[in-house]
């Protein structure tokens, strides 16, 4: 009866959901460098998270094409359904295991040759000397295949899974960085994009060369004048008025293998003629360039800070005559060639720092176990327990986070990019973490450079930057999942207008609105999901969605597409985000170790309920934050300062001496 009642009347629905029954949101001009960074990764989620309402009589039909989008693109990703406060477990329990035994052995065979390489042969220390790859570590590398890990065997490659490849960039990550960049840019991004986009006759010209290191690759994206802000970019390429190819101008900076590389991966805008209006617009286009088209040059290596072994360069584009068939993938959808090209990258930097996670733990701990003060190993102190305890934490998380997104890869997900963005950002400032938490363990001793940790903290600097910032990926997940939550608050509005053809849904979220407003659980469960021993740490990942669902909805619903200016909201919605994912993955990872019996199973156990424990009072107190009057004026005292310090120049309080 009560049913019936709430259908039949509209405005209580809307009361009791808290959703406007139209939700104006008034145009906004927003800064334009602001827009363009968001705009990196957030494309059309920055543009609107909720798109204004459609009025007259195109309203209902607009509203059905939008409900049946929403409806079959339903997804499994389970960082986008916490945004809505639900939970979707296909992609994260069980833990992916996604190598079968055939699969599994050719691994092992390749991993003892390659450990026993990097061992006995290559010598990072001297490469860091050098600022280069010595020529017989290059050689050999391409002799192990290192240069077509992911190409198909029939293309000459070892046509690795994500997962397989994972484990060998975690070799690479725990011994050389400079070799793993000088890798990656080659296959995880330099030709990524013919694998991913490449025509067959594309594939079969350029992989088998790139297969063998015959020829070296290069992605080429960022400009003097286009950082974060990859839609600004300004290289041009004109095509012919016979269509057969463009004249490639422009020059594109900080190329990782941009002084060895035979062929690039470049993009650059291209004018395209609208054929409804007429109007000319620049967009976007991907190419495959090859050196030997004439034109392209490149600038001496850059000095740098870490990373030194991989070549850096600025490239030259004079001129370049681009056969049309050079084109990957269709012109003008460049961007998405560029932003899938990094999203499918993402899981192997994960990776590759959970190796040097591993290689810092190990030196600290060695120093530890053998350092004496005070009369007592230093192990044996708390300080250093919990420096060491936390170090773990962090690598677990990480290669959890790791193979979890490439285990999803090969099972054929296809939306992972807020779980691949991510992994990027935790394991790049855990790895940071770590190793400097392994200097500090090894005192002096760590800060000289023959204990070769400073080299690598060097090197890590650079993990935060590259391949989308850290403070621009914050922004990709949280206005991700946003896009997604306020996709889920306009099919509410559509139901509203139908209750009665709506009862359920409407139901539905009534009760779970009422039991969060009454603070009862809304009946989410991972009960029968994860381990039983680790219910607890279940029960506060499942407390955390609720919260964090709830917040978003707050959120959506105070700010509308205005979110998109809310960067000190986004940040922490981001924070809560990446904690949220990590529990979720190390509960995964545990169960399938005590369903498993693994011996590591006890030790797992103790990492997973730590890291619940301690994310969930991260999240709940973020959150709390977020609500509080207190926010708002602390952001405000946080704008102010900024600006006064730009204004200023430098820190805007005299010296306390006065001079």
Excluded at 5 to 21: D, I, N
Excluded at 118 to 140: I, R, W
Excluded at 616 to 632: C, E, V, W
Aim: aromatic fraction near 6%.
């Amino acid at each position: 009866m009560l049913l019936r009642k709430v259908s039949q009347t509209p405005a209580l629905c809307v009361a009791v959901l808290r959703l406007p029954q139209s939700t104006p949101v008034a145009q906004r001009q927003i800064g334009a460098a602001a827009a363009r960074s968001v705009r990196l990764y957030a494309s059309q989620a920055a543009e609107a998270v909720i798109e204004k309402p459609v009025v007259g009589s195109d309203a209902a039909t607009t509203a059905d094409k939008v409900e049946k989008k929403t409806a079959s693109v339903e997804s499994k990703s389970f960082a986008v359904n916490m945004f809505k406060g639900q939970i979707s477990t296909s992609q994260v329990f069980p833990f992916p295991s996604v190598l079968n035994e055939e699969k599994l052995e050719l691994l092992r065979e390749l991993l003892e040759p390659c450990s026993k390489f990097f061992e006995e042969v290559n010598d990072p220390g001297k490469n860091d000397a050098l600022e280069m790859v010595e020529e017989h570590t290059m050689q050999g590398l391409k002799e192990l295949g290192a240069f077509g890990l992911q190409v198909p065997v029939e293309l000459g490659g070892l046509g690795l899974t994500n997962t397989q490849y994972a484990r060998l960039v975690e070799l690479v990550g725990l011994h050389d960085l400079g070799v793993g960049i000088t890798l990656g840019a080659h296959q995880s991004i330099g030709f990524k994009g013919i694998l991913l986009y490449g025509n067959k006759q594309q594939k079969e010209k350029y992989l088998p060369k790139l297969a063998t290191g015959e020829t070296v690759a290069a992605f080429c994206l960022t400009e003097p004048s286009s950082g974060s802000d990859a839609a600004s970019i300004r290289s041009i390429a004109v095509p012919s008025p016979c269509g057969k190819y463009y004249t490639l101008n422009g020059s594109k900076i900080w190329i990782s293998n941009g002084g060895l590389a035979e062929l690039f991966t470049v993009f650059a805008r291209t004018p395209m003629k609208d054929e409804k209006t007429g109007e000319v617009k620049d967009k976007i286009t991907a190419f495959i360039v090859e050196r030997s088209f004439g034109g392209v040059t490149n600038g001496p290596p850059e000095k740098k800070m870490g990373i030194k072994a991989s070549n850096t360069a600025e490239v030259f584009f004079e001129n370049v005559r681009v056969p049309a068939e050079c084109v990957l993938g269709e012109v003008g959808e460049g961007f998405k060639v560029a932003m899938n090209i990094l999203n499918n990258g993402r899981f192997g930097m994960a990776a590759a720092l959970s190796g040097t996670m591993k290689g810092a733990i190990a030196k600290a701990v060695d120093h530890a176990a053998n350092r004496t003060q005070f009369g007592s190993k230093i192990h044996s102190f708390g300080v250093i327990q919990e420096k060491i305890a936390r170090m773990a934490m962090y690598q677990y998380v990480t290669e959890c986070m790791a193979y979890m997104v490439s285990g999803n890869m090969d099972s054929g997900a296809t939306d992972f990019q807020i779980e691949a963005a991510i992994s990027k950002i935790f394991a790049s400032e855990a790895a940071w973490k770590v190793t400097d938490e392994c200097i500090q363990i090894m005192g002096g001793m760590g800060f000289m450079k023959d204990a070769g940790v400073e080299r690598v903290l060097r090197d890590l600097r650079i993990f935060r930057i590259f391949e989308g910032t850290n403070d621009i990926l914050r922004l990709f997940v949280s206005l991700n999942g946003f896009q997604n939550a306020g996709n889920q608050l306009k099919s509410l509005q559509k139901a509203l207008k139908n209750p009665l053809g709506n009862a359920g849904l409407l139901a539905t979220e009534i009760t779970k609105r009422a039991k969060r407003k009454a603070g009862m659980s809304t009946g989410l469960t991972l009960q029968g999901t994860v381990h039983p021993e680790l219910a607890q740490s279940g029960e506060l990942s499942v407390k955390a969605i609720e919260q964090f669902g709830e917040v978003i909805e707050e959120l959506l619903l105070k700010h509308g597409k205005r979110i998109i200016d809310e960067q000190f909201v986004l940040e922490r919605v981001a924070n809560c985000a990446i904690d949220l994912y990590a529990m979720i993955v190390v509960l995964s990872r545990a169960s399938r170790s005590l369903s498993q019996g693994h011996s590591s199973a006890q030790h797992e156990k103790m990492l997973c309920e730590t890291w619940c424990t301690e994310a969930y009072d991260r999240i709940t107190q973020n959150i709390k934050f977020l609500r509080s009057g207190t926010s708002k004026q602390i952001f405000k005292n946080l704008r102010a300062i900024s600006s006064a310090v730009v204004e200023n120049g430098t820190v805007v309080a005299p010296h306390p001496l006065g001079f």
